[in-house]
């Protein structure tokens, strides 16, 4: 008769900026490959706001977490 033994779950809390970030980056690139954006101006344009909603929601999760 096999013993049950209970594992704790090893869970971790969503890094949002680093999955936000990693999704904004690949996104970047086949926008890039497909040779939807052609203007370097746009690309960072486009880079910068996504960092700064990453970041904006990676605040407010933590504000929302109580840490």
Known sequence: MPRE???QKRLHRT?????LSGV???VL???VVTR?????VVLI??????L????LVAIVA????GK
């Open 5 to 7: 033994v209970e594992r």
């Open 15 to 19: 890094d949002w900026m680093a999955l």
């Open 24 to 26: 904004l980056f690949v």
């Open 29 to 31: 690139g086949i926008l």
């Open 36 to 40: 939807a954006i052609r203007e370097p």
């Open 45 to 50: 344009g486009v880079m910068v706001l996504g």
């Open 52 to 55: 700064a909603f990453a970041g």
């Open 62 to 65: 933590r504000v929302v977490r």
